[in-house]
């Protein structure tokens, strides 16, 4: 079963905006902790941005300024808004969700492609 549902992939020129979606199901509503980590061609997955359900926004340094997470608890959604794309930017970039109790959950990812 897949828990977490993504949308908004797709392709944009260098300095373009893209927003990501990601919806829960029903059976993990309102998880303490959403997020965004992406993987690149060769690369390890890395954090992007996450957000606790009553916390403060946390980023990874190359898109401090960039990129934008938000939440709606009541609805079990979080979405990331990507500004000045950049090519290094490209990935697949996969929506997290991290119960009270530890367990976590992934997304299928959505391939995100910069042109540079």
């Known amino acids: 079963q897949d828990y977490l549902e993504e949308s908004g992939g797709g392709f944009r020129p260098s300095g373009g905006l893209l927003t990501l979606s990601c919806v829960a199901d029903?059976?993990?509503?309102?998880?303490?902790?959403m997020g965004w980590y992406r993987q690149a061609p060769g690369k390890q997955r890395e954090l992007v941005a996450s957000?606790?359900?009553?916390?403060?926004?946390v980023y990874t340094d190359s898109v401090k300024g960039r990129f934008t997470i938000s939440r709606d608890n009541t609805k079990s959604t979080a979405s990331l808004r990507m500004n000045n794309l950049q090519s290094d930017d490209t990935a697949v970039y996969y929506c997290?969700?991290?119960?009270?109790?530890?367990?976590?959950?992934w997304g299928q990812g959505t391939q995100v492609t910069v042109s540079p």
């Open positions: 957000l606790a359900n009553e916390g403060t926004p």
């Open positions: 029903i059976a993990i509503f309102n998880p303490f902790i």
């Open positions: 997290y969700a991290k119960l009270r109790s530890g367990v976590e959950y």
